[in-house]
């Protein structure tokens, strides 16, 4: 027989959250709906009474103590009113304490009462039904954390109410063991006897295979992810062979891609990537969902051309993602160029899920950026430099997409070279130097002093700064890098460099403790 801890873990039961009272001290024997509360004083011992009505407070009280004496299990309450501090309005600090002291349990559900009582009847009994419903409710799991073994041993625990752990069985102990992409998966469980032994037998099975990457075509997951992210930041002369184990690994170098990046500014850098990785795995969810069953990763499609009416049909669009540089990527690829529709509507989905995340996630201030399609191992590069450059900063939309005929988007395929990345980096050495909160606002004045043909007073206008401040930082620059302003050509080489880098490389606009735009300096 179960407590209710375990009790709560169980299939159907979900929905059922614990209110007070200890959670394992009696083990449950039975269930019953009772309409009447004043009946509970002659209910079996280890019974979950089901009150079928709302019991005001006062009589809630009367009804918790009848149900200790019993020696109920549990009490559920259905119908009450949720009050500020999360407890329903009727659970009295009276009630509390008779709950603690009488040990019983006292929950709250709502929904399917009649389900509930089967849930809790099949979790009692440990029948062949139980079991069955655990190994359906871990392939549900499961499978949609495929390739992370972390999660899916989280996921499986949960299933069968055990704890399931990354290791090899020992003694009295269930195990499981499948071939990953990093070495053997191990997965070990407390084994448990009759139909909850069959059932952990079978949920550590299908668990291991899916740790191993098996939940897509025995495919591994997160090692693709790992891959992409791999390719995105590793040097240009390394792509090819990185291309090479990305087609092993089913992920589609070759095609159409369009990249979306996800930063989340109203996290501090410590929570971002935990944050990011749940956001990951529910913008896949969401984004494979839309795009239909072929959109996951390993399905493989027949090449079409979009039609002049609407992009490619949505089960040629695969999804993929990483987490690289604190935000994440996620990777619409194509078959064949998705054209201006498939670009509209790459920025409808972006849209779309971010609405969806920024309503679960609110705190996390999620902003997204979408690059153009490009082609093959460099074009995912391509697009993800886009869609950095394209992340919206500071108020207005979350949305937004590159600019696919501006200046930025010749800058940037300038930039994606690593010769280019390294003429930059040599003639900029000495202000990058400074830091990041140091060399963005030399740089930017830089910027707007060449942009505005060495005009302190326009540079000064468009930067919302004193023109000393511009011409404290400008000879700032020129003391740090040697460069004389005067030289055309140096002029131009220093004018790209702010311009590619800061396009590459956004950040938000230097302001005072205030918020308001850089104040005047001396700097």
């Given at each position: 027989m179960a407590n209710i801890l375990e009790l709560l873990s169980s299939p159907g039961l979900e929905a059922v959250r614990p209110l007070v009272g200890p959670l394992d001290a009696v083990e449950v024997t039975g269930v019953r709906l009772e309409p009447r509360p004043d009946r509970l004083a002659a209910i079996p011992a280890g019974t979950v009474a089901v009150l079928l009505a709302p019991v005001p407070g006062h009589l809630l009280d009367v009804a918790v103590r009848d149900?200790?004496?019993?020696?109920?299990?549990?009490?559920?309450?259905?119908?009450?009113?949720?009050?500020?501090?999360?407890?329903?309005?009727?659970?009295?600090?009276?009630?509390?304490?008779?709950?603690?002291?009488?040990?019983?349990?006292?929950?709250?559900?709502?929904?399917?009462?009649?389900?509930?009582?089967?849930?809790?009847?099949?979790?009692?009994?440990?029948?062949?039904?139980?079991?069955?419903?655990?190994?359906?409710?871990?392939?549900?799991?499961?499978?949609?954390?495929?390739?992370?073994?972390?999660?899916?041993?989280?996921?499986?625990?949960?299933?069968?109410?055990?704890?399931?752990?990354?290791?090899?069985?020992?003694?009295?102990?269930?195990?499981?063991?499948?071939?990953?992409?990093?070495?053997?998966?191990r997965l070990a469980a407390q084994a448990r006897p009759g139909h909850a032994g069959t059932a952990v037998r079978s949920v550590?099975?299908?668990?291991?295979?899916?740790?191993?990457?098996?939940?897509?075509?025995d495919v591994p997951v997160r090692s693709r992810g790992r891959l992409l992210a791999e390719l995105l930041v590793a040097p240009q002369d390394q792509a090819a062979r990185l291309a090479s184990r990305g087609r092993a690994l089913a992920l589609p170098v070759d095609g159409w891609h369009i990249a979306l990046r996800v930063e989340a500014g109203g996290l501090d850098a410590s929570n971002r990537p935990k944050a990011l990785d749940a956001v990951m795995s529910q913008a896949l969810t969401l984004l494979r969902t839309w795009d239909g069953p072929a959109a996951g990763p390993g399905t493989t499609t027949t090449p079409s051309a979009p039609s002049a009416s609407s992009p490619q049909s949505a089960d040629s669009v695969q999804w993929n993602a990483a987490l690289v540089d604190d935000a994440l990527v996620l990777l619409s690829t194509w078959p064949a160029d998705p054209g201006t529709n498939g670009r509209r509507a790459t920025l409808a989905r972006a849209r779309r899920v971010v609405d969806r995340l920024a309503g679960l996630r609110p705190e996390a201030g999620l902003r997204c950026g979408v690059g153009s399609p490009h082609r093959g191992p460099l074009g995912i590069r391509t697009s993800a430099r886009e869609a950095r450059a394209a992340v919206p900063r500071g108020a207005g939309a979350a949305v937004a997409a590159h600019d696919a005929v501006g200046l930025d988007?010749?800058?940037?395929?300038?930039?994606?070279?690593?010769?280019?990345?390294?003429?930059?980096?040599e003639l900029l050495a000495p202000v990058l130097a400074l830091g990041p909160e140091r060399a963005e606002p030399l740089l930017r004045t830089l910027q707007g002093y060449l942009d505005h043909n060495n005009s302190p007073a326009r540079a000064a206008d468009a930067l919302h700064l004193h023109r000393n401040a511009v011409g404290a930082r400008i000879r700032k620059v020129v003391q740090l890098t040697g460069a004389d302003l005067n030289e055309p050509d140096v002029r131009l080489a220093l004018q790209l460099a702010c311009r590619a880098g800061l396009s590459a490389h956004p950040t938000e606009p230097a302001t005072t403790a205030g918020g308001t735009p850089d104040a005047p300096t001396t700097q």
């Open positions: 149900a200790a004496a019993a020696g109920a299990a549990a009490l559920v309450l259905t119908g009450v009113t949720e009050a500020p501090h999360g407890l329903p309005a009727e659970v009295t600090a009276t009630a509390r304490a008779l709950a603690e002291r009488g040990r019983v349990a006292v929950l709250y559900a709502e929904g399917d009462l009649a389900a509930l009582v089967v849930a809790v009847e099949r979790a009692v009994a440990g029948s062949a039904a139980d079991a069955l419903a655990r190994v359906a409710a871990a392939a549900r799991e499961v499978t949609a954390v495929a390739g992370d073994p972390d999660r899916v041993a989280a996921a499986a625990g949960r299933a069968l109410g055990v704890p399931v752990e990354l290791r090899a069985a020992g003694p009295g102990e269930e195990g499981a063991a499948a071939a990953g992409p990093d070495g053997e998966i550590l099975a299908l668990a291991a295979l899916a740790a191993a990457g098996g939940g897509h075509g988007r010749m800058l940037l395929e300038w930039y994606a070279s690593d010769t280019a990345r390294e003429a930059v980096t």
